[in-house]
């Protein structure tokens, strides 16, 4: 699965929309982009995942670049439950199974 | 649905110890998977499993056994704990390809 870059941290104020950043140059045309979160001492939990179009769902919408090479998630009102490290992780329809997981970008809400 | 759950969520080992992880999940789900994670690092993937039956290595399988007898549970199994085996533990299920992965709330292990 092809690699992918995102800034170590972030801070939003509460209520304020958030934007997300995420970069993947080597994304191959069979890549989908997935979006992950972790929030403190529990297990990731799937936020939202697309392939070309921009794709919207109930905790976040996902805006994907026309040349596929960045990705930014988007948190329209950020509250307090937001704070979490976000992934991006790029997933093949067919290929290994697993998620590989790099550090992702820890989002801090400022009341 | 209770979704993915995992017993225990604490435990403590000592080096040269040996213990079994439990994961069990309750949307007949094909895919599961083993995940370690390390402080300030994101998962690693252990273990595998398409389907009752069928098991495969992932990235970090060293040290560490499973079996996938039902599609419900998937067990993993620590042998001879090490130091390096601590770590936080999180099992996961999904429908394969490019679905989403459910995880479960994680078993914090530390081994002394």
């Known amino acids: 699965d092809a690699k992918t870059t995102q800034p170590n941290s972030m801070e939003s104020n509460e209520e304020e929309p958030v934007h997300l950043p995420c970069n993947h140059s080597?994304?191959?045309?069979?890549?989908?982009i997935h979006w992950y979160r972790q929030l403190p001492s529990q297990g990731p939990e799937y936020v939202i995942h697309g392939l070309t179009s921009n794709v919207n769902n109930r905790m976040a919408s996902l805006a994907i670049a026309e040349d596929r090479k960045s990705s930014t998630l988007i948190l329209h009102r950020a509250t307090l439950r937001d704070a979490a490290v976000y992934y991006c992780?790029?997933?093949?329809?067919?290929?290994?199974?697993?998620?590989?997981f790099g550090k992702g970008t820890k989002l801090s809400v400022i009341p | 649905n209770a979704g993915v759950t995992q017993t225990p969520k604490f435990r403590i080992l000592k080096i040269g110890q040996s213990m079994t992880l439990q994961c069990t999940q309750d949307m007949n789900h094909n895919y599961m998977y083993w995940y370690r994670q390390d402080p300030g690092m994101g998962l690693k993937l252990i273990y595998y499993?398409?389907?009752?039956?069928?098991?495969d290595k992932g990235e970090v399988p060293n040290g560490y056994n499973v079996s996938r007898s039902t599609t419900e549970d998937f067990p993993l199994r620590l042998e001879l704990a090490a130091p390096s085996q601590t770590s936080v533990y999180f099992c996961?299920?999904?429908?394969?390809?490019?679905?989403?992965?459910?995880f479960g709330p994680g078993t914090r292990l530390t081994v002394l």
């Open positions: 996961a299920s999904g429908l394969g390809g490019y679905n989403e992965q459910f």
């Open positions: 080597t994304i191959s045309g069979t890549d989908y």
């Open positions: 992780i790029l997933k093949d329809r067919a290929g290994s199974y697993q998620l590989t």
């Open positions: 499993s398409v389907g009752a039956g069928i098991t």
